[in-house]
């Protein structure tokens, strides 16, 4: 029995590859100049780092005579597990974002599916996942 695939499976499919191509390109293009490494990435960064050396996500770098603790931590664990396996770099982590905007676009077309929404939609996500500020965030 043969598989059938749509022709809106095939335009989504194509999207997808297409916005990822372009992501990628732009994420390697750009390397650190957009954005340009900002304050709060080492914030975020360095008891990533430390969980993955020290297993304690208490960083020095940060503040030698207490402890900083900004957000919750599900991000740094979620780092902190990557940079186990890859070294601690902005490379490992802005390559990490850039995957899950590539992910979010994925499942946002598959939610525009779902909704049973117009291939106009999937082509106007496609586009939106492409704008600058998509790109800076990957």
């Known amino acids: 029995m043969a598989l059938r695939i749509s022709s809106r499976t095939w335009f989504e499919i194509a999207l997808v590859i297409?916005?990822?191509?372009?992501?990628?390109?732009?994420?390697?293009?750009?390397?650190?100049?957009?954005?340009?490494?900002?304050?709060d990435e080492s914030h975020f960064l360095w008891p990533a780092i430390s969980l993955s050396e020290q297993g304690t996500i208490v960083s020095p770098e940060l503040n030698p005579e207490r402890p900083i603790f900004?957000?919750?931590?599900?991000?740094?664990?979620?780092?902190?597990?990557?940079?186990?396996?890859?070294?601690g770099s902005l490379t490992a982590a802005r390559t990490f974002s850039l995957v899950?905007?590539?992910?979010?676009?994925?499942?946002?077309?598959?939610?525009?599916?779902?909704?049973?929404?117009?291939?106009?939609?999937?082509?106007?996500?496609?586009?939106?996942?492409?704008?600058?500020?998509?790109?800076?965030c990957g």
Do not use: D, E, K
């Open 70 to 87: 900004w957000m919750p931590p599900g991000y740094t664990a979620l780092m902190g597990g990557i940079f186990s396996l890859t070294g």
């Open 18 to 39: 297409f916005v990822v191509a372009v992501s990628i390109y732009a994420h390697l293009a750009l390397g650190y100049v957009c954005p340009l490494p900002w304050p």
């Open 100 to 136: 899950c905007v590539l992910l979010s676009l994925f499942l946002f077309i598959r939610v525009l599916r779902q909704q049973r929404c117009s291939i106009l939609s999937s082509l106007l996500a496609g586009w939106f996942f492409l704008n600058a500020y998509f790109i800076a």
